[in-house]
């Protein structure tokens, strides 16, 4: 079969879960899940996919054929793998991509629980509800999407989606209007001259682009008008602290970074395969520890 030839025997495929995507050789996922397995004394073990777009329909009909409970998806898969699937449910609908697949009877099923892990992130890492709030959204890609449909799902008063590329942003506007019914939502280019008239009545910031992955990458935003009253967030989570949230920090705002979404949407996505509670705080000690040692600023 496809995976097993391309990466390995899999002995007990209902107790297998995984990753696929392209690469995957960086990803947190596998020492975060195999961490979680362990403390729980479960008899799953969670594995590493690299899967090349090309391979995906074969690799989604291995997962089929070989039983496997789970895998969660990311990039450039989580658009194309909805049509493999057998049915998916609303978020990931709304959203347009599937992070988690889950297999239930013979049918597998896709979620989205990226959105609700940036939201579980903010109430309980930074103690902010989202609830009446003015959103300001940095990029306009797959990020950006699942995280602006969530915070409308979640009752937000406004949301702003800046990017370089502004038919992008309005293309994301335009789509979310569709989807989520009548809302708040303005579309503008990604220029410090006009992002500056909409920071000081916004009350989170987040950027949800890749910018900040290199610790050497300049802010995003370059601005004096973020203050205490921001919450500035960073959907990267290596290095913990990015260009932007150190800036914000000088600034005296509240920041976040991703560590927190990259786990707690691991957390929903794990329970969905399991129906455990995930050790959230034994998760966290460890990729921190791994993220310190990988750091090349440190």
Known sequence: MFLTDKIFKIRGSENTLGIIGYPVSHSLSPLMHNTAIRSLSLEYHYYPFQIRPEELSNAVNDIRNLGIKGIN????????????????????????????????????????????????????????????????????????RGLAIQLYLEKTNRIVIANRTLKRAEELVKDLKEKVGFCECTSIPLEDKIITDYIPDSDIIINATSLGMKGEDSPIIHSDLI????????????????????????????????????????????????????????????????????????
């Not at 013979?106 to 902010?128: C, M, P, Q, W």
């Not at 560590?259 to 705080?281: C, R």
């Open 73 to 144: 998806v990311t990039i450039p898969h989580k658009e194309p793998i909805i049509d493999l699937l057998d049915d998916i449910n609303r978020d990931a609908r709304l959203i347009g991509a599937v992070n988690t697949v889950n297999r239930e009877g013979e049918k597998l099923v896709g979620y989205n629980t990226d959105g609700k892990g940036f939201i579980k992130s903010l109430r309980e890492d930074a103690k902010v509800d989202p609830k009446g709030k003015n959103i300001l959204i940095l990029g306009a890609g797959g990020a950006a």
């Open 227 to 298: 203050t205490k009253r921001h919450l500035v967030c960073d959907i990267v989570y290596s290095p913990l602290e990015t260009p932007l949230l150190k800036e914000a920090k000088m600034r005296g705002a509240k920041v976040l970074n991703g560590l927190g979404m990259l786990i707690y949407q691991g957390a929903l996505s794990f329970e969905i395969w399991t129906g455990k509670e995930f050790p959230v705080d034994l998760v966290r000690e460890t990729l921190i520890k791994e993220l310190d040692s990988i750091d090349p600023h440190k």
